[in-house]
C-alpha cells in the first residue's frame, strides 16, 4: 500500500512543472512517469491507456473529459501505477464511455485510479476494475479507490418512495472482477488504503466498499465477482464482497423502485458490530421483495467483539414486512472432532464469560468456528503424534533377542576367563612360590580370580536415529515429523547350565534409555517441535533344541514428551504427555546353512516371531500461557505382531602375533600383541518384516479445563497409531580382544504409510 500512497504524492509534486491542454485523438498506450495534464481530452472513438511496466508509474491530471472514449489505468508484475484526476466529465457528448483499472496479476503490484469530482451527462458510462489473471493469485490484490459523487440523494429517494429521478444522465455499469477491489465515496474522503485489504476478505474475492452513499437505480449495473451480466441492475456473485467504510462516513446503499438484486453463492455481505444494529440504515430495499433473488446464497460475516477480544458471527439476511433487510444470527455449526468443545466455547465468548480463557477469545477473532474446530483438534493431534510410539516398536525390533549375538558374547567370556585363570597361575608360579604350595597357590589364585572378575559379559549399544514420519492429521493438513534420537544400552547375557536337568538356558537383561529431538513442518499450521525421552527396561530367555532356538521376553518402557507450538500470537505447551508401554514376544530361529573355510565360518538363520504390546497413557494437559486450555486422555490399546527374519553371521580368527622379535623379549612382546591386536573379527546382517493388526489407533478423550461449567465441553476421536506393516534391514560388522569387543552397525527401517528411521550405532563388549 505504502508504494502507491506514494505514487499518488509523487503525482501532486508533478503539479510543480505544469503540462499544456492535451487532447487525444487516437488510440494511444502511453507510459507514465510523473506526467501531469492541466486539461486532458480524450476524442470520440479514441483511447488513452497509461500503462506501467517495470517501475512505478504515477500521473496527475486536473481536469479529464472523455467524448464517446475509452481511458485505462494498468500495471504488471510488480510495478504501481497511481493516477489521480480532479474534475473528471463522462458522457457529455452522448456518447457512451469506458474506464477500465486493471492489472495482470502477476506480482504485487497495485493500479490506483482516483477521481476526485464527477459529471455525467447523456451518455453511458462503463467502469471495469479487472484482475487479468486466467485464475485469481494469492499474494496479489488489486486496489481501485474512486473519488465518486454519484448524484443520487438517498434521503431525497427515500422520500420520493424510492424513485429515482429522471436527471437526463446515461446508464452506469460497473464490473468488478475477483481479486480486484473498488471504494465507493464522496469527494475529499480522506485516503485510506488499508480498509480494502483487511482481514474481512483475501486476495481472491472481488471487493465492492462503500464509503459513501450510493443508490442502484433501474439505469444502474453493478456485478461484483464470478457473474453474467444479464441486466440484472444489482448482482453479488461467487466471491463477491460487499463491505462498508468505517467510522462515521460509512456509506449506505438503496436499491431504488425498479430495481433488481441478486445474490448468488458464495457471495458475502460483511459488517461491523455497531452496522448490524444499524443496518435498517445501511441497506436499504425501496423495491418490491420479488425483484430480490437468492437472499438465501448470501453469507453475512459480523465482526464485533467480546470482552478480551474480538470473534466473528455468520448469518445470514431476511426482509421483514416492512420491506427491510434485517440480520439473523446462525447457531454455531461447528464440524469434525473438536465441534462439541469449540461450539460450547463459542456460545460462552458471545455471552462474554469471564469464564473463558482470553486464548479462545482471541482465537475466535481470528478464525471462523469451523476452521477453529479443525486447527484446535490438529493441536491435539500434533502434541500426540511425537513419533514416540514408533521409536519405542522400532527399538524393541532392534534390540530383540538374537542368538548368535548372545552365543559370539558368552564363547568370548569362557574363552577370556580361561585365560584369565592361567595368566593369574602363571604370576604366582614365576614369584617363586615353593613346589609343596603350588596346589593351594593355584586354588587360591583361581579364587581370587573368579572374584575380581565375574566373567559376566556386558554389551554397551549407543545410537543415533534419524526418524521422518508423513502424516496427515487433518484432511488436507499434510506434515512431516522429524525425530533425532540418541539411545543408550546396556545388555548382561548369561547362561544357565541344564537348570532342572533342562537345555541349557541363555538369558539377558537390557536396560535402555533415549532422549529425541522432535519437530514438524506443518503446511496449514505453525511449527511444532517438542521433546521426548523413553526408558526401557527388558528380559528373555532362550533355549535350545533340535529345531532351534526358541526364546520370549518381556519389555518394559515409559516414555515422557512435551511439546510447543507457536499460534495466535501465545505458546500452546503440551507437558508430561505420559505412555508406558508393555511388550511380551515369542520367537523361533533355525539354522538354515553354515559353512566353513580356513579360519572362518559362515552361516545364515530363518526366524518367526509374534509379539503382543499394550500401550497406556495418562494423558497430558494443552496449556496457552499461563492459562490450561484443553486436557486429554488416553485410552488402552493392544495389538499383536507377526514377523519373519532372515539373517546371517561371519567370523574369523587373525593370525596370533607370539613370536620372539630378535632382542628375545619373548614375552613382552607377546603380552603387547595380545594386548593391542584383534583376535578375531565378525559379520552380521539380517531383513525383517512385520506386520501389525489390532488396535492401533489412539482413542483421544479432549476436555475443556478451567472453564464455566455452563460452556464447557468434551470431544472423542482417533489418531492414527504406528506402522501397520514395515521392514528393517540391519548390517554390522565388528573386531574382538581378549577382553572386550568393539562393532558399528546401522539399520533402516520404512513403513507403508511414509515412516523411514536411519540408525548408525556403536556396540562395545566387555567381558567383566
Known amino acids: ?22 487532447r487525444v485523438t487516437e488510440d494511444t498506450v502511453a507510459s507514465i512517469v510523473g506526467e501531469y495534464w492541466d486539461t486532458l481530452e480524450i476524442a470520440s472513438g479514441a483511447s488513452l ?24 489505468v494498468e500495471a504488471s508484475g510488480d510495478a504501481n501505477a497511481g493516477v489521480v484526476a480532479g474534475t473528471v466529465t463522462f458522457g457529455a457528448s452522448g456518447a457512451a464511455d469506458e474506464v477500465v483499472v486493471a492489472h495482470d496479476g502477476a506480482g504485487a503490484g497495485l493500479t490506483l485510479l482516483m477521481l476526485d469530482s464527477v459529471e455525467r451527462g447523456p451518455g453511458d458510462l462503463t467502469i471495469r476494475v479487472e484482475n487479468r489473471a486466467e485464475k485469481p493469485v494469492d499474494g496479489m490484490y488489486l486496489q481501485s479507490q474512486m473519488w465518486w459523487n454519484a448524484g443520487d440523494d438517498v434521503d431525497a429517494v427515500e422520500r420520493n418512495g424510492g424513485a429515482a429521478a429522471d436527471d437526463g444522465r446515461g446508464a452506469l455499469k460497473i464490473s468488478i472482477s475477483r481479486g480486484a477491489a473498488m471504494r465507493i465515496q464522496p469527494s475529499g474522503y480522506a485516503a485510506d488504503f488499508g480498509n480494502l485489504v483487511e482481514y474481512r476478505t483475501n486476495e481472491r474475492d472481488a471487493v465492492l466498499e462503500l464509503a459513501g452513499d450510493f443508490v442502484v437505480r433501474s439505469d444502474t449495473y453493478v ?18 464482497v460487499l463491505a462498508y467504510g468505517k467510522g462515521d462516513d460509512a456509506g449506505r446503499i438503496l436499491f431504488a423502485r425498479g430495481s433488481t438484486v441478486r445474490f448468488e453463492p458464495g457471495s458475502l455481505l460483511v459488517l461491523e ?59 454455531v455449526t461447528a464440524r469434525g472432532p473438536m465441534a462439541p468443545v469449540v461450539s460450547r466455547l463459542f456460545e460462552g465468548v458471545m455471552e462474554n464469560s469471564v469464564g473463558i480463557p482470553a486464548f479462545w477469545r482471541t482465537a475466535f477473532a481470528k478464525n471462523d ?38 552365543l559370539r558374547a558368552l564363547e568370548h567370556a569362557t574363552a577370556c576367563a580361561a585365560e584369565r585363570e592361567k595368566e593369574v597361575a602363571l604370576r604366582e608360579q614365576k614369584a617363586g612360590e615353593a613346589a609343596e604350595g603350588e596346589e593351594s597357590l593355584k586354588s587360591k589364585a583361581d579364587g581370587l580370580a573368579k572374584l575380581s572378575h ?44 541344564k537348570p532342572f536337568g533342562l537345555p541349557d538356558l541363555l538369558w539377558g537383561i537390557r536396560a535402555g534409555w533415549s532422549t529425541a529431538d522432535v519437530d514438524t513442518d506443518v503446511v496449514t499450521q505453525n511449527r511444532f517441535s517438542g521433546e521426548s525421552n523413553v526408558v526401557t527396561v527388558s528380559i528373555f530367555g532362550a533355549v535350545p533344541t533340535a529345531y532351534g532356538y526358541f526364546s520370549a521376553d518381556l519389555l518394559w518402557a515409559s516414555a515422557d514428551d512435551s511439546t510447543t507450538m507457536p499460534t495466535y500470537g501465545t505458546m500452546l505447551v503440551s507437558n508430561d504427555i505420559e505412555r508406558t508401554f508393555w511388550s511380551a514376544g515369542l520367537g523361533w530361529t533355525s539354522p538354515a546353512w553354515t559353512t566353513a573355510g580356513g579360519s572362518s565360518r559362515w552361516s545364515g538363520r530363518f526366524g518367526a516371531g509374534l509379539r503382543g504390546y499394550r500401550i497406556e497413557g495418562s494423558g497430558g494437559e494443552l496449556a496457552a500461557g499461563a492459562e490450561t486450555i484443553l486436557a486429554t486422555d488416553y485410552g488402552t490399546r493392544t495389538f499383536g505382531e507377526a514377523s519373519l527374519t532372515a539373517s546371517f553371521t561371519g567370523e574369523g580368527a587373525f593370525t596370533s602375533f607370539n613370536e ?54 468434551s470431544a472423542r476421536f482417533e489418531v492414527d497409531g ?6 528393517s534391514a540391519k548390517l554390522g560388522a565388528g573386531l574382538a580382544w581378549r577382553d572386550s569387543t568393539l562393532g558399528i552397525w546401522g539399520a533402516i527401517d520404512r513403513g507403508v504409510d511414509g515412516f523411514d528411521a536411519k540408525t548408525i550405532g556403536i556396540r562395545y563388549g566387555y567381558v567383566l
Request: charged share 20%; glycine share 10%; net charge negative.
Open 1 to 22: 500500500m505504502t508504494a502507491v500512497a506514494a505514487a499518488v504524492a509523487v503525482a501532486a509534486a508533478v503539479a510543480a512543472t505544469p503540462v499544456e491542454a492535451h
Open 49 to 72: 491507456t497509461l500503462r506501467s511496466d517495470g517501475e512505478a508509474g504515477e500521473a496527475q491530471i486536473e481536469s479529464l473529459a472523455l467524448e464517446g472514449a475509452r481511458f485505462a
Open 223 to 240: 456485478y461484483v465477482g464470478d457473474v453474467v451480466e444479464d441486466g440484472t441492475n444489482f448482482v453479488l456473485g461467487q466471491g463477491g
Open 273 to 331: 458490530g455497531d452496522e448490524v444494529e444499524e443496518l435498517g440504515e445501511r441497506l436499504r430495499l425501496r423495491t418490491s421483495a420479488s425483484n430480490v433473488s437468492g437472499l438465501g446464497n448470501l453469507g453475512v460475516l459480523v465482526n464485533t467483539s467480546a470482552q478480551g477480544g474480538a470473534y466473528q458471527e455468520r448469518g445470514h439476511l431476511e426482509i421483514d414486512a416492512g420491506g427491510n433487510f434485517v440480520f439473523v444470527g446462525s447457531p
Open 369 to 406: 468456528v469451523e476452521a477453529l474446530s479443525q486447527n484446535s483438534a490438529s493441536w491435539v493431534e500434533v502434541g500426540v503424534q511425537t513419533g514416540t510410539e514408533n521409536a519405542v516398536i522400532r527399538s524393541v525390533r532392534a534390540h530383540a533377542f538374537d542368538p548368535d549375538e548372545a
Open 454 to 497: 565375574p566373567n559376566l559379559p556386558i554389551v554397551v549399544d549407543v545410537s543415533r536415529t534419524t526418524m521422518r514420519d508423513d502424516t496427515t492429521v487433518r484432511p488436507g493438513d499434510d506434515w512431516t515429523l522429524d525425530r533425532d534420537e540418541d539411545e543408550i544400552g546396556a545388555t548382561f547375557y548369561g547362561r544357565l547350565e
Open 660 to 713: 620372539a622379535n630378535d632382542e628375545g623379549e619373548t614375552e613382552a612382546w607377546s603380552r603387547w600383541t595380545a594386548a593391542v591386536l584383534p583376535r578375531s573379527w565378525h559379520v552380521w546382517g539380517s531383513l525383517s518384516g512385520y506386520a501389525l493388526a489390532g488396535d492401533t489407533d489412539v482413542t483421544l478423550s479432549v476436555r475443556t479445563v478451567n472453564v464455566a461449567a455452563e460452556y464447557a465441553g
Open 722 to 727: 504406528p506402522e501397520t506393516a514395515s521392514v
